[in-house]
């Protein structure tokens, strides 16, 4: 078990660039959740999927961002014509349904985007 | 909407001593679940600990336990015998249902030799 892996751990861009995210979760967790943590706050919670549905999406998910998780196993976050304000860590989690209920979500390390 | 608070933003503790750490919590919601989530340097945030908010027996968990006050909507954590492992920041989380889980902006805890 090689637990939840995201891709790129960093990355640094120009604002204006697209930039894409993958998480792998643990296999056959049939839940994903997205969180953004900037420094010194709690993460935020963005969207989340329930196999390849995704069922909830932040206020906070602006029309820049996209996410997908087309075949239920991993997931893609989609930040387009990116701002400073988007530098923060995103980071993946995913859980099985037994563990959604009583919050036993696995986190990865998380991919930090830094836009100059 | 439910909000969770944490008014400590950082604390330090020689090894050994015991701590506590603060959260209070706001919702309308009966039924309900609390957390407490550790994110050591540069890994991968854990569950340490949970409550069902309709069991009145503190839930504990080797060397940490948890203060829940319903009424109050506090929840606290408690590590006894800290160790340099456990310096991390710390979030305190709330979930009701199966619903996405909000978390506090965390305390950052140092645990010194």
């Known amino acids: 078990d090689t637990g939840v892996s995201q891709d790129p751990r960093h990355k640094i861009t120009k604002r204006g660039q697209n930039v894409t995210f993958r998480c792998d979760p643990i296999?056959?967790?049939?839940?994903l959740y997205w969180y953004r943590q900037t420094l010194g706050q709690g993460p935020e919670f963005l969207t989340y999927?329930?196999?390849?549905?995704?069922?909830?999406k932040s206020r906070l998910l602006s029309d820049r961002f996209s996410a997908e998780r087309p075949k239920g196993s991993f997931s893609t976050l989609e930040i387009q014509r990116t701002e400073q304000g988007d530098s923060a860590m995103y980071l993946c989690?995913?859980?099985?349904?037994?563990?959604?209920?009583?919050?036993?979500?696995?986190f990865g390390e998380g991919s930090r985007l830094t836009v100059l | 909407a439910q909000t969770v608070t944490q008014s400590q933003p950082e604390m330090s503790v020689q090894e050994a001593e015991t701590v506590t750490l603060s959260c209070t919590y706001d919702?309308?919601?009966?039924?309900?679940?609390l957390f407490w989530y550790k994110q050591p340097p540069s890994r991968q945030m854990i569950l340490v600990i949970r409550q069902e908010a309709y069991k009145q027996q503190n839930a504990t968990e080797n060397r940490f336990s948890v203060n829940f006050q319903k009424a109050a909507k506090s929840f606290s954590l408690k590590i006894s015998d800290s160790q340099l492992g456990d310096t991390a920041m710390y979030f305190c989380a709330f979930m009701k249902g199966d619903d996405k889980i909000i978390f506090g902006k965390g305390t950052r805890l140092h645990i010194l030799p």
């Open positions: 296999s056959e967790h049939n839940r």
């Open positions: 919702t309308s919601e009966n039924n309900y679940y």
């Open positions: 999927f329930q196999n390849e549905a995704q069922l909830e």
């Open positions: 989690a995913s859980s099985t349904l037994a563990g959604a209920n009583t919050g036993e979500l696995f």
